[in-house]
């Protein structure tokens, strides 16, 4: 039997190849690295580069230190990043197909949400061919799962009556809602609202359960209302689409798969979490009993109805951009119709 050899140098030259082969994609993440959704984006990256068979890799840039949340769009778009975590609220021009999600609706469920925004992004067309307009291209979604309110000092929000008058700091159609409301709609940032609470400049926050133990807010808040109210779903991965077509099939079916998973990966953090934070409240596990208290349905209602003339507003906006808006927004709903009825029925796909 003959051995042959392989001079030392020219193994190195082959494993550096196969090390080179990789492709690494520059990531812009405009949200720190800490909580459920990073977990999640770790979560997508790992199932992307074991699903290519290492064929892809990323170099993410956690915090808005590459782009933050307003830059990302436009970054992706031109390549300053390959892909990033967008929020249609921050891009409403460019990100007018994806704003469809933070439209509040009947159902405050995070997999529901998502897997229905997963659904409409990935098959309609009119929807990916106004994003490929602006050389992106879905790949996942997020949501902040249902709208509560967290107030402080003596304030509570358990009836819509309640809303006026109210220091309320809110985002996206809520924050426009509320105000139809009656409410004082304060406007500071996520990392501000602790702050706020604290010295009263923010009476109460349309937030979400999940931030109640991020930002720590259960220290300063008296009261946690669960409206349930809607959800924003309007918040997704994008990549450029030019870095997409240099991908192999490979590569993007590896991308197109992580996505889909993601979204069950990360509906289960959010239930989960979910949970823990309400109970954690009423017991004093997360650090502090703070009252909880369910709003009414037919109060709920009346949130959810307050924002009709807005889903009109996005079907206008739509129409005038040459797609039938009406038709997308029904299609829409049919699509969380449907995994609302698929959830009650079996369960989420993580119980079966």
């Given amino acids: 039997m003959i051995k042959v050899r392989i001079p030392v140098c020219l193994l190195a030259m082959f494993l550096s190849a ?110 990916q061919r106004m994003l490929a307009e602006e050389n992106l291209l879905y790949l996942t979604g997020f949501s902040s799962s249902g709208v509560q309110f967290e107030c402080a000092g003596d304030n509570r929000i358990e009836t819509v009556e309640d809303i006026s008058g109210k220091k309320i700091r809110a985002v996206a159609i809520y924050s426009k809602v509320l105000k139809d409301l009656g409410a004082d709609i304060v406007s500071v940032t996520a990392g501000e609202i602790y702050q706020g609470l604290d010295t009263g400049l923010v009476d109460c926050s349309a937030s979400y359960l999940y931030t109640i133990r991020a930002l720590k807010t259960f220290e300063v808040i008296d009261h946690v209302s669960l409206a349930n109210w809607g959800q924003i779903a309007g918040f997704a991965m994008m990549i450029n689409r030019d870095v997409w077509g240099d991908l192999s099939e490979n590569q993007q079916q590896a991308l197109k798969q992580a996505g889909s998973k993601s979204i069950d990966y990360f509906a289960r953090l959010q239930v989960e979490e979910m949970t823990l934070v309400a109970d954690g409240l009423t017991s004093g596990d997360i650090g502090r009993k703070v009252p909880v208290s369910t709003m009414a349905d037919s109060e709920r209602q009346k949130l959810v109805d307050g924002s009709a003339k807005y889903v009109q507003g996005w079907i206008d906006t739509m129409n005038q951009s040459g797609v039938d808006g009406q038709s997308i927004w029904d299609e829409y709903m049919t699509l969380v119709a449907k995994y609302e009825t698929e959830k009650n029925r079996l369960g989420y796909p993580w119980e079966r």
């Fill in 18 to 127: 196969s090390v080179s082969a990789a492709t690494t994609l520059r990531f812009a993440e405009g949200g720190p690295n800490r909580g459920t959704r990073a977990q999640a984006l770790e979560h997508f990256m790992s199932d992307a580069r074991e699903l290519s068979g290492g064929e892809l890799d990323f170099d993410i840039h956690w915090g808005g230190a590459l782009l933050d949340y307003k830059t990302v769009p436009e970054g992706v778009s031109v390549g300053t990043a390959d892909l990033g975590s967008v929020l249609a609220v921050y891009s409403p021009t460019k990100l007018k197909a994806l704003a469809i999600g933070d439209i509040p609706h009947q159902s405050a469920d995070p997999w529901v949400g998502m897997r229905s925004m997963y659904e409409l992004m990935t098959t309609n067309d009119d929807l």
